[in-house]
């Protein structure tokens, strides 16, 4: 077997302790989370643990993209798991001559997908506490989270516009609102109700993305009264 260079090597450490840093933040909190604690974990100083980023800073950057692909993976092995049971009950559904609705099934573009990322969320408080922080400041432009969110923002943006102007097209989205708009207003909600729940844990995180899709899908067509 080949050994390893010294960047392998050290991307590999940078992984453990990337997953390190997640796990001990979705433990205990993101302000409760010294990076002490993270280097203990891998079993380095912390002048070790720093050997392997620019800065502290740069380290949570890198953890809350470790964090979104991590919430990637697990949303789309649900989906997959369902889109599985759907497949079963539809061909039962055929088998006993019933008419199924196979509907559509979220994905990584779908305004349904962020009802699994929400739910996610509330499973890991502090991840959402390092999102919400880092968001704020990544407002500034020199903060090394800065490119993650420049990067996020537009390819959620296209991402769900292009989602929302499939449904336009064939008549299954009840607003004539622009679908670039859309996807900024859907995008808004979920970042504003993450922040709501870091204050008021009673928020229901889930509700109001679930109530504005609800409001966004067309109504049955109004039955005749005389009929």
Not at 99 to 105: F, I, R
Request: charged share 30%; with cysteine.
């Amino acid at each position: 077997m080949a050994r390893r260079g010294p960047y392998e090597k050290g991307a590999a450490k940078r992984a453990e302790i990337l997953d390190a840093a997640l796990d001990v933040f979705a433990a205990e909190g993101y302000r409760g989370t010294s990076l002490r604690k993270v280097a203990a974990r891998c079993e380095l100083s912390l002048p070790g643990l720093m050997h392997y980023f620019r800065s502290k800073e740069d380290l949570l950057a890198q953890v809350l993209r470790a964090r979104d692909e991590r919430t990637r993976t697990r949303v789309r092995a649900q989906a997959r798991a369902e889109r599985e049971v759907d497949a079963v009950d539809r061909a039962a559904g055929q088998a006993s001559g019933q008419a199924v609705d196979p509907g559509e099934l979220p994905d990584d573009g779908s305004p349904e997908s962020y009802l699994r990322v929400i739910r996610e969320g509330t499973r890991t408080p502090g991840l959402v506490e390092l999102f919400v922080s880092l968001a704020a400041a990544a407002s500034d432009p020199a903060h090394p989270a800065r490119p993650h969110f420049a990067e996020r923002y537009p390819a959620l943006r296209e991402q769900l516009a292009d989602c929302l102007r499939q449904r336009a097209d064939t008549g299954r989205l009840a607003t004539d609102i622009p679908p670039e708009r859309l996807a900024v207003l859907l995008i808004a909600l979920v970042d504003g109700i993450q922040l709501q729940w870091l204050v008021d844990r009673s928020v229901d995180m889930e509700q109001p993305l679930a109530d504005l899709l609800r409001l966004l899908e067309p109504t049955e067509p109004a039955r005749d009264a005389d009929r």
